[in-house]
């Protein structure tokens, strides 16, 4: 597993900026996001394959930056917050139109009590 830098600068923010997140959050199994435009993601990609992957989502006026580099770093204002990739919590079929996000843990119920007894 190695640790790469992805910066960009785009052209137009507003027009893919949700979506090349979404996409470079979904790169490896965690990520990091220290400033608004530059992530740390831990991967077994090479940095040919993140360029090619996120190529699709720039204009010709963007720019990308990937390189390896060492988990050692020197911050000043900000700092790095590992997340790691989300896990979809239920199977679902490849044939299925379902969208499943982490299903919420249910808390262990109790009857409830008569308000005498609860006081």
């Known amino acids: ?3 790469l830098m992805i910066s ?3 052209a137009a923010p507003h ?3 949700h979506v090349l997140a979404h996409q ?3 790169l490896g199994d965690a990520w990091a996001r220290p400033l608004d435009q530059t ?3 831990r991967t077994d990609a090479r940095e040919e394959q993140v360029v090619a992957e ?5 204009e010709a006026d963007d720019g990308l930056i990937v390189q390896a580099v060492e988990e050692d770093a020197v911050l000043t204002n900000t700092a790095l917050r590992w997340f790691r990739q989300r896990q979809a919590a239920v199977e679902i079929d490849d044939e299925s139109n379902v969208i499943a996000f ?3 843990q249910t ?9 005498a007894v609860a006081s």
């Open 39 to 41: 992530w740390y993601v």
């Open 1 to 3: 597993m190695r640790t």
């Open 107 to 115: 808390p262990d119920t109790q009857p409830e009590l008569p308000l």
């Open 54 to 58: 996120l190529s699709g989502l720039l």
């Open 24 to 26: 470079i959050m979904s």
């Open 102 to 104: 982490p299903a919420p």
């Open 15 to 17: 027009k893919n900026k």
């Open 8 to 10: 960009y600068d785009l």
